[in-house]
């Protein structure tokens, strides 16, 4: 019987056995414990594989996301310093430095016959010394000139040391409220160790020319509270001289409202009480203590302050910093 014609679109079987060489399906024994073969994985991949795989390799990336945004605690608390601080319900502090100018006034005045911290006094004495009065004490005039210009020194270093380091920023605080807090350190020690006469000065002895050290250090730290007063934005509180403050108070039209409706005349009332009661409690220490006593408790305020810094709400702030290239 003759075989029809093959046609043309038959395929044809395969005349030779195909290359299996290049097969990687393979077996191992399981029971002899042998290791399954190790391919060689230096192949060229594709765009998105190594070595022939499927995998996405993101290993690099993650690397790169993890240097970006490091996650260890010397980061966070690198901008944990870095950020600015959050001034609402800060008024409270410089309520409380309102309450270090009363002590350190009251004690200034009562020991030393010179103002650290209000400087409009010591203006007038400045005044009254061109003509050489008072006559007792002798160059009271020089105390307070000395007072004034460190003053002022102190609030042109706060202010350039706070633009060039960020003014609200928690770190800037610190720091600007610590130095407050070692100048006052310092003046209660040159007291405490008798450096300073601890007893007040008699009005017709000589002139101690010692009592310009605490004088110059307590002026200084004064200087650094008022700036921090304007950088927080409160300027209601100036904390250290009252006569504006009582003026803005009066002067409100709002005076009358109810608590919680006028909150700068109740910083204004705040300020006015602190710095009164630091007054009055300087001259109760003074009579039935040392006079240091009075700047051991201000600068325990103002250590109290610099602490709180630490741990005081930090403003939220949506991130825009874009790294890398496009």
Not at 13 to 25: F, G, H, V
Request: glycine fraction near 8%; proline fraction near 6%.
């Amino acid at each position: 019987m003759q075989r029809p014609p093959r046609s043309s679109t038959e395929i044809e079987p395969a005349t030779t056995a195909p290359d299996l060489s290049n097969n990687r399906l393979t077996y191992w024994d399981t029971t002899t414990g042998s290791q399954p073969p190790q391919y060689d994985s230096k192949e060229t991949g594709g765009l998105w594989s190594v070595g022939g795989s499927t995998n996405v390799s993101l290993a690099g990336n993650l690397t790169t996301l993890s240097d970006e945004e490091p996650t260890t605690w010397q980061s966070s608390l690198s901008r944990h310093m870095r950020c600015n601080i959050d001034p609402h319900y800060a008024d409270i502090f410089l309520i409380m430095c309102g309450f270090v100018s009363g002590l350190v006034d009251g004690l200034s005045f009562n020991a030393w016959g010179s103002f650290s911290s209000m400087q409009t006094g010591n203006t007038v004495f400045i005044a009254l010394g061109v003509s050489g009065q008072p006559a007792y004490p002798a160059y009271l005039w020089a105390k307070s000139l000395i007072a004034v210009t460190v003053f002022i020194m102190s609030n042109v270093l706060f202010i350039q040391v706070g633009r060039a380091l960020g003014s609200r920023r928690r770190s800037t605080l610190i720091i600007s409220f610590a130095v407050q807090t070692a100048a006052i350190l310092a003046a209660a020690l040159l007291v405490q160790l008798d450096v300073v006469d601890p007893k007040p000065e008699d009005p017709r002895a000589p002139i101690q020319w010692m009592q310009v050290l605490p004088i110059s250090l307590l002026a200084f730290q004064a200087g650094g509270q008022i700036v921090a007063s304007r950088v927080l934005e409160f300027d209601e509180l100036p904390t250290v001289v009252l006569t504006t403050l009582l003026c803005d108070l009066l002067v409100d039209p709002n005076l009358g409202a109810a608590l919680k409706a006028n909150p700068k005349r109740n910083r204004r009332v705040g300020g006015f009480l602190a710095l009164f009661l630091g007054a009055v409690t300087a001259g109760g220490l003074s009579k039935v203590t040392e006079m240091a006593a009075s700047l051991w408790l201000a600068m325990g305020v103002k250590l109290i302050i610099t602490v709180s810094w630490f741990i005081w709400k930090g403003e939220r702030t949506k991130r825009t910093e874009v790294t890398g290239s496009v």
